[in-house]
């Protein structure tokens, strides 16, 4: 269904607690052990370098202006399930591509996620219980179709020799 309003949907990022640093830790013997603080210290100065909360404020001024709204969702499990079947594929950080034998499509754990992200927006991302682990999917069949559709445009072309 198409309504003609224009959304941006985008992670509602903690930036406070994405710069907080790492907690010390200690031995036995009151040793203090590596815990990736200097590792951190980088990533912490990048992410201020990008200044980010300045770009959510400029994408809604923006968007405000175009007569858009822009949506700020929790992006929960998102990068971890297929946007098309709600299957869990992207159980490590590590895994950036995933092909599907069964659909015979290379999906982008990074394209997926944005797709995931706007299905939680629109409410249609499935919901899981964290206690019971229990998965409930709040969608119908047509509207994982259309995802697949959609996705098998964003293939990368692969290259011959």
């Known amino acids: 269904m198409r309504t003609g309003k224009k959304v941006f949907f985008h992670e509602d990022l903690d930036l406070k607690h994405l710069t907080k640093r790492n907690k010390a830790q200690q031995d036995e013997t009151g040793k203090f052990l590596p815990n990736g603080q200097s590792a951190k210290s ?15 404020k400029t994408l809604e001024y923006i968007a405000a202006k175009a007569g858009a709204k822009v949506v700020a969702v929790k992006p929960n499990y998102t990068s971890q399930f297929l946007s098309y079947r709600d299957e869990k594929v992207f159980t490590n950080c590590n895994i950036r591509e995933y092909w599907d ?47 697949l559709r959609s996705l098998r445009g964003f293939e990368k072309p692969t290259l011959t020799r």
């Not at 201020?48 to 959510?56: E, I, L, Q, T, V």
């Not at 706007?118 to 991302?125: A, D, E, P, Y």
């Not at 969608?139 to 994982?144: K, L, M, P, V, W």
């Open 42 to 56: 980088g990533l912490n100065k990048s992410w201020n370098d990008a200044a980010f909360g300045n770009f959510f």
């Open 101 to 147: 034998e069964i659909e015979q499509l290379l999906v982008d754990r990074d394209v997926n996620a944005a797709v995931n992200i706007k299905r939680v927006g629109l409410g249609l991302f499935l919901t899981i219980n964290s206690r019971s682990g229990k998965i409930k999917v709040s969608h119908t069949q047509s509207i994982a179709m259309e995802v």
